[in-house]
């Protein structure tokens, strides 16, 4: 199993521009989760989806991020304009229903300039 | 509200030296407790994680942990830490209820001196 896949691993950007972020989940996986991490406040959950659908997004910071996952397999999670506030590294991870059991990806470690 | 607590923010040892770091929750139903490690550049990895059962849980790479349920903790031990235990060590509970997601704590960065 290649695990969860995140592309693109690095990104750099300009205030401004849109960016986009994209999660494979591990095949099977009913529940995907994004989560940002920073130097300043660690480790956040944005959204989780359970079956595509989005459950909880009570922590997207503003309405410059949105999330989709138009299908089992994949997920995007869209900033609209980005700001250099926006840089950190964004998780995605699937849980294993059978095991109760979040995985995560590597990361897409985003500047925003 | 459900919270996890990591009092250790930063922790330094030498090699061979044990290890404790603590992990406390707030949460009074069924809980499961999980154990992740990220190495330097890396994403989150399970060490180990708790469901029912024998409350002392082993993982990988000679870790274990001990669920105190009269105490609300989940403490991750290791009798002799290496210089590549050199990481950030993040608690979580995933407080059963459905909504599948965990609560994380603030994370504990250990520092082991060669």
């Known amino acids: 199993d290649a695990g969860v896949i995140q592309s693109p691993r690095h990104e750099v950007t300009e205030m401004g521009q849109e960016v986009t972020l994209r999660c494979k989940p591990i095949?099977?996986?009913?529940?995907l989760f994004w989560y940002r991490q920073t130097m300043m406040r660690g480790l956040e959950l944005l959204i989780y989806?359970?079956?595509?659908?989005?459950?909880?997004d009570s922590g997207m910071p503003e309405d410059r991020f949105s999330a989709k996952m138009p299908n089992a397999s994949f997920s995007t999670l869209k900033i609209q304009p980005s700001e250099p506030r926006d840089s950190a590294v964004y998780f995605c991870?699937?849980?294993?229903?059978?095991?109760?059991?979040?995985?995560f990806g590597p990361g897409t470690r985003l500047t925003v300039l | 509200a459900q919270s996890v607590s990591q009092h250790n923010h930063h922790v330094i040892l030498s090699e061979a030296a044990s290890l404790e770091l603590g992990c406390n929750y707030s949460y009074g139903g069924t809980v499961n407790l999980f154990w992740y490690v990220q190495y330097p550049g890396q994403h989150l990895q399970l060490l180990l994680k708790?469901?029912?059962?024998?409350?002392l849980v082993k993982g990988i790479k000679g870790f274990e942990a001990e669920f105190i349920k009269s105490k609300f903790s989940f403490n991750l031990r290791k009798p002799s830490v290496q210089w590549s235990d050199t990481a950030e060590y993040f608690c979580?509970?995933?407080?059963?209820?459905?909504?599948?997601?965990?609560?994380f704590g603030t994370g504990t960065r250990l520092k082991v001196l060669a």
């Open positions: 991870a699937s849980r294993d229903t059978s095991t109760d059991t979040q995985y």
């Open positions: 708790y469901f029912s059962g024998d409350p």
């Open positions: 979580a509970a995933d407080p059963t209820s459905g909504t599948y997601k965990y609560i």
């Open positions: 989806f359970n079956n595509n659908v989005p459950i909880d």
């Open positions: 095949s099977g996986h009913n529940s």
